[in-house]
C-alpha cells in the first residue's frame, strides 16, 4: 500500500517515515489480536470495552502526541492518524475513545494548560490513568457552538457552573471534563471560558447513555451541570478565550475523526474485494463482472483520496504549518468516502450485506457519524470556502 507523505527537505515522499509504520504495524497487531474477536459483540451489547481502552493506554495510545514529560508517547500527528485509522478498521469505537482523549483533551491541556495543570491532569490523561471528554455541544450550541448556555459565574475561590451538555463521547467512564461556559454572555464568542472539571465534582451528573445508530461501544450522554464549584486554577487558558481553545482544539480534532473515518473506509473497501473474491454466481466469481468491479473501482478512488488528504493535514500539523482548510477537506471527504465505502460494501454482499454476521452492515452504520460530529459536512463545506476565499483575497 502506497502512500504520499510531505517530506520538508526532500519534496514529497510516497513512503511513510519507518517509525510511523513501526507504530501502524504495533496497532495492527493490537486491534487484530485484542480488538477484533470482541467487536461484534460490544456493537450487539453496546458494552463500552474497559479493558481493551487499558491495553491502548500500556501501548501509549491515548497521548500520542503528548511529550514524554508530560507521560505522553512523544509522537507525530502522522503516527497518531495511523493508529486511530487502525484502531477504527477493525472497531470505531475504539477510534473515537482514542481519538477524543487525545485530540479534544490532551491536546488543549498541552497546548493552554499551566505547568501545573499538567502536572495535574495531562499526565495521567496522556498515560491512561485517567480518561477525559469533551463538553462543547449543548441543545442550542450544535453547528453553532459559539451559543454558549452554560455559565460560570466566579464566587470566592470557585467558579459555579450551570448548564447542560449534550453528545458527549466517552460521558460514561470520563474522569475529566474539558467544559466550556459563558463568563461574559454579554460578549457572546468573546465570552466564553474553557474550564477542566473532574467528573466527581458535587452538582456534576452524567445522563442516561444514548442508544446510537452506530459506534456502540462508544459511551454517548449528556453532562448536567447544576452549581457545580470548580477551583478557580481549573480555568483552563484565559479567561473570555475559551473559544480560541475551542477551535483550535477542533482543527485537530477534525484529524482525528477523519482519520477514523479513513479506517472504516479501509475496512469496508478490504470486506468487499474478499467477498468478490470468493461469492460465486453463474459459474462465475463477482469480481468478474463489470458491475461489482465499478463498484470496487469507486470504493478505491474514495478511499486513496481520504488518505491522501488525512495524512497531509496531519503532516501540516506536525510541521506547524496553517491546516484549517486541510483539516476541513480531510474530514469532509475521509467521513464522506467511508460512507460511500460502507454502501457500496453493503452492495457487492448483496443480501449478505443486510446481515449482521457479514460486518459490512455495522462499518456503514459506525461511518455515519463521521458526517456530523466535531463539525457536520456543511460545517466543513464553510470553513473550506471561507479559507479559500481568504486565501484568493491575499494573492490578490
Known amino acids: 500500500m502506497s502512500h504520499v507523505v510531505a517530506d520538508s527537505t526532500a519534496g514529497f ?121 469533551y463538553c462543547l455541544t449543548e441543545p442550542q450550541a450544535g453547528s453553532n457552538a459559539a451559543n454558549q448556555q452554560t455559565t460560570a459565574a466566579l464566587e470566592g475561590d470557585h467558579w459555579v457552573l450551570n448548564g447542560t451538555k449534550i453528545f458527549i463521547t466517552n460521558a460514561g467512564p470520563a474522569d475529566v471534563f474539558i467544559t466550556y461556559a459563558a463568563t461574559d454572555k454579554s460578549l457572546g464568542a468573546k465570552g466564553i471560558s474553557a474550564f477542566i472539571v473532574a467528573a466527581d465534582t458535587p452538582g456534576v451528573r452524567k445522563g442516561k447513555k444514548e442508544a446510537k445508530l452506530g459506534i456502540h461501544a462508544s459511551d454517548t450522554r449528556a453532562i448536567y451541570f447544576e452549581n457545580a464549584r470548580v477551583p478557580k486554577d481549573c480555568l483552563l487558558g484565559e479567561i473570555n478565550k475559551g473559544y480560541t481553545v475551542a477551535l483550535a482544539t477542533l482543527g485537530g480534532g477534525r484529524i482525528g475523526i477523519a482519520a477514523q473515518a479513513l479506517g472504516v473506509a479501509q475496512a469496508s473497501v478490504e470486506a468487499a474485494v474478499k467477498y468478490a473474491n470468493e461469492r460465486e454466481q453463474f459459474d462465475r466469481k463477482i469480481g468478474e463482472f463489470d458491475a461489482i468491479r465499478a463498484m470496487l473501482a469507486d470504493s478505491a478512488v474514495e478511499l486513496e483520496t481520504a488518505r491522501l488528504l488525512v495524512y497531509q493535514a496531519a503532516w501540516l500539523r506536525d510541521e506547524g504549518r496553517p491546516h484549517v482548510k486541510e483539516a476541513s477537506l480531510a474530514k469532509w471527504h475521509a467521513s464522506e468516502a467511508a460512507t460511500k465505502c460502507a454502501n457500496l460494501a453493503i452492495q457487492v454482499h448483496g443480501g449478505y450485506g443486510y446481515m449482521s454476521e457479514y460486518h459490512v452492515e455495522r462499518y456503514w452504520r459506525d461511518a455515519r457519524i463521521c458526517e456530523i460530529y466535531e463539525g457536520t459536512t456543511e460545517v466543513q463545506k464553510m470553513v473550506v470556502a471561507g479559507q479559500v476565499l481568504k486565501e484568493h483575497a491575499l494573492g490578490a
Request: proline letters at 5%.
Open 13 to 133: 515522499s510516497f513512503s511513510l517515515p519507518e517509525e510511523v509504520e513501526s507504530v501502524r504495524e504495533m496497532v495492527r497487531d493490537f486491534a487484530e489480536s485484542e480488538i477484533r474477536p470482541i467487536a461484534a459483540k460490544i456493537d450487539e451489547t453496546h458494552e463500552f470495552p474497559t479493558e481493551t481502552t487499558k491495553k491502548m493506554a500500556e501501548l501509549g495510545l491515548l497521548g500520542m502526541f503528548v511529550p514524554e514529560q508530560w507521560g505522553g508517547a512523544g509522537m507525530s500527528c502522522l503516527a497518531y492518524v495511523v493508529a486511530i485509522e487502525e484502531l477504527s478498521r477493525v472497531c470505531a469505537s475504539h477510534g473515537v475513545i482514542a481519538s477524543v482523549n487525545n485530540s479534544l483533551v490532551c491536546y488543549p491541556l498541552l497546548a493552554y494548560g499551566n505547568d501545573e495543570q499538567k502536572k495535574r491532569w495531562l499526565t495521567p490523561l496522556a498515560k491512561g490513568e485517567l480518561l477525559g471528554a
